[in-house]
């Protein structure tokens, strides 16, 4: 532990040019007492830190003096490409082996090239999970299935209240929810991540299908889900501006068959979930569209612009 922190520190002085005990103490999260004993240690291993006394002062490292440590090793790299999710790098541990990365690559850049992180830091950043989530905690499968993913290891879990044993493939966050992409019996298969109760990690690898592109099976299977769901169909004639209105209001996955459908008197075949979600988004389109087929969809929207027409009916109360 504490040789990685002398690490950093080293790392640290080294692309920023110097730092006073309290920003090293900060950036490292330890006390201003322990930064003055880790420069010590770095002292006695022959590094050539130094205390800069006076106001603007702080340690620094020898002009020209250059560490041979920013190597990068395969978990560093490979955390550094997820570096602009650290949210989800902290959720599978390996928030320290990232932030060890981004200090390694940015004590390997030239000194006009050293506030780039910085930079890019200010101008872009992911915010994976989607609105309202809570601050529940990730789930406790998530960690060490990370760790077999990265090392291809087989686990045995405990799914839906079943044993299986997944070849774990690939991770996946979808708006906060995270999945895992495994071959089980031979088959690709997606499984949520906090449905998964006890989890042991075999010690010996599989063999990893070379072929296999985890963005690509992802996207199938998204949507296939997501057709599988459009259970229903409904007709509807809208007008040209309800035609424009379709594609903010009809699922994505029904768009395309809706609009290849489109007739030249304006009705569409439009595939829906159920008749409670179509009603909610024809009411949508306003008078814009008209429901054709099935006839409760229509009786709903009658009802509901007969209601509406009467609220509209009456004079408005005055405040």
């Known amino acids: 532990m ?45 590094i050539p830190v130094y205390a800069d006394r006076g106001r603007g002062g702080g340690y620094r490292l020898l002009d020209g003096y250059r560490t041979r440590l920013t190597g990068l090793d395969r978990a560093e790299a490979e955390a550094l490409f997820l570096s602009g999710v650290p949210a989800a790098l902290r959720e599978m541990g390996l928030g320290e082996v990232a932030a060890t990365a981004r200090l390694k690559a940015a004590a390997a850049l030239s000194p006009g090239l050293r506030d780039a992180p910085a930079t890019a830091a200010q101008r872009f950043h992911l915010d994976a999970p989607g609105w309202f989530a ?31 044993v997944l070849e774990p493939y690939g991770l996946v966050l979808k708006a906060g929810a995270w999945y895992l992409a495994a071959c089980s019996d031979r088959r690709f298969l997606i499984f949520r991540v906090d449905r998964i109760g006890e989890i042991g990690v075999h010690e010996a690898a599989f063999d990893r299908d070379p072929g296999f592109d985890l963005a690509a099976f992802w996207a199938e299977q998204s ?20 035609l424009r209105m379709l594609r903010h209001i009809a699922d994505p996955a029904a768009l395309d068959a809706a609009l290849a459908s489109h007739q030249p008197d304006g009705t569409v075949r439009l595939g829906v979930e159920s008749v409670e979600v179509a009603y909610s988004q024809v009411l949508r389109f306003g008078p814009e569209a008209e429901v054709l087929d099935p006839p409760e969809l229509r009786a709903l929207l009658a009802d509901a612009a007969t209601r509406m027409a009467r609220l509209y009916d009456q004079v408005a109360p005055q405040r």
């Open 2 to 46: 504490r040789a990685a922190r002398l690490m950093s520190l080293l790392l640290l002085l080294q692309g920023r040019g110097g730092m006073t005990a309290a920003e090293l103490a900060k950036e490292l999260e330890v006390s201003e007492r322990t930064v003055h004993r880790d420069v010590l240690a770095l002292s006695a291993a022959g």
């Open 134 to 164: 809570g601050d529940d905690p990730p789930p406790a499968a998530l960690a060490p299935l990370a760790r077999a993913v990265w090392q291809d290891r087989p686990v045995t879990v405990v799914y839906k209240e079943r044993q299986r």
């Open 223 to 242: 949507a296939a889900f997501t057709r599988s769901l459009l259970r229903s169909e409904i007709t509807l004639r809208l007008t040209p501006r309800g």
